[in-house]
């Protein structure tokens, strides 16, 4: 893990902070472990379940942009692909119908915890705009 190194501040809830504070000195290698656990995953298995992939594509896409150092008014003018925003529409139908499984219901935790960071880094962005 020699090499350049990029700076990366993200927010975090306070008690995801307060865990990670402990492993702070092992985080770039848990990430490591964690990307090439999955490229392992859907390598080893061709088919992977749609709904693990879903996931990984909204946070894949996010950090895709995000990687790309916007500037404040890309980060503000920022929207998710219309595939993404699909998937989101199919599983909020589904969460009013109360007829989510209990990994569709971690999908929609996880576009509501992005939706939140991005949420919070447009109004970062329009302060220093």
Known sequence: MVGDVAKLTIQIPDELA????ALQSRLPQLL??????????????????????EVSEVYQEVLDFLIKRPTPEEII????????????????????????????????DVYEQLEHLMILLKARAMEKS
Not at 91 to 108: D, G, H, I, P
């Open 32 to 53: 490591w472990l964690l990307l090439d656990a999955d490229v392992q995953q859907t390598s080893e298995q061709p088919k992977v379940n749609a709904q693990t992939v």
């Open 77 to 108: 003018a920022f929207k998710v692909s219309s595939q993404i925003q699909m998937q989101l529409e199919a599983l909020l139908e589904k969460n009013r119908s109360a007829s989510l499984t209990q990994m569709e219901l971690a999908q929609l």
């Open 18 to 21: 307060g865990r990670l504070e």
